[in-house]
Nanobody, 115 residues
């Protein structure tokens, strides 16, 4: 059974930081491209950051220079370090694993940026 379990969300003030984590099980983690997506109320889900098996990364323009995605294949974990958070970063953040046609999603974790 495949599971992706996100953690680390919460309420933070503008300018603050959070670190999201996603624990994977039931998949050959090192073979999967991993990504973080987010969905704000009334908006479509969008890519935030992705990291492929070789370690290359890409980011949405809105988070470049503020967010960093990383992975630990031995622990089957992917992380999203979020700095200089803004109110517009408020959303449910989802972890995604993809290998060819196999796609899995986590249940999401809420991030709220507000004073």
């Amino acid at each position: 059974q495949v599971q992706l379990v996100e953690a680390g969300g919460g309420l933070v003030q503008p300018g603050g930081s959070l670190r999201l984590s996603c624990a994977a099980s039931g998949i050959m983690f090192s073979a999967y491209a991993m990504g973080w997506y987010r969905q704000a109320p009334g908006k479509e889900r969008e890519l935030v950051a992705a990291i492929i098996t070789g370690g290359s990364t890409n980011y949405a323009d809105s988070v470049k220079g503020r967010f960093t995605i990383s992975r630990d294949n031995a622990k089957k974990m992917v992380y999203l370090q979020m700095n200089s958070l803004k109110p517009e970063d408020t959303a449910v953040y989802y972890c995604k694993a993809r290998w060819g046609g196999d796609v899995y999603w986590g249940q999401g974790t809420q991030v709220t940026v507000s004073s």
